[in-house]
Structure formats: C-alpha cells, structure tokens
C-alpha cells in the first residue's frame, strides 16, 4: 500500500480536491470583494459630487433670487423715469 489507512483515504482525496475547488472560489470571493470595493467607492465620490452640486444649486438659486429682485427694482425705477418724462412732455 501507499502508507495511508484504507480508512482514511477518502478523506484524505476529498481534502485534497476541495482545496483544489477552494481555490477558484477563493479567487472569486475576491474579484467579488474588489469589485464591492469598487463600488462604495463609486458611491462616496457620487455622494460627494452629489453634496458639492445641492450647494452649487443653492447658491445659483439664491444669485438668481437676488437678480430677479435686483431687475424688479431697476423695471420700476425706469417705468418712473418715463411716466415723469411724459408728464414733462404734456406739461413743459
């Protein structure tokens, strides 16, 4: 005999093939982890990029409130300045 117990040599194939099946799980396990990785990567960078673009709109959104406001007052000032000019003209 080869000086493995008859007893013991199933066990002693199988625990030689599963490592040989481990392996290529193993291997999968860790493309499987990288690629996880990867992703909440993505994730924090778009969340990031998400967070800089709500304070960029914030701040658009307060400028062009400040503009409107800004062009109301300047339309009112200017419609003044013609109503007093027409009465200039019908009153010299």
């Not at 914030?58 to 000032?77: C, I, P, Q, Y």
């Amino acid at each position: 005999m080869n000086g493995i117990d008859p007893g013991y040599q199933p066990l002693y194939i199988d625990g030689m093939t599963t490592e040989k099946h481990t392996q290529p799980i193993d291997i999968e396990l860790k493309k499987l982890e990288n690629r996880v990785d990867e992703l909440i990567h993505v994730c924090d960078r778009l969340s990031d990029e998400n967070r800089s673009l709500k304070d960029q709109h914030k701040t658009l959104f307060s400028a062009r409130k400040n503009l409107m406001e800004k062009n109301e007052l300047v339309r009112t000032r200017v419609e003044s300045m013609i109503t007093r000019l027409r009465s200039m003209e019908k009153h010299p």
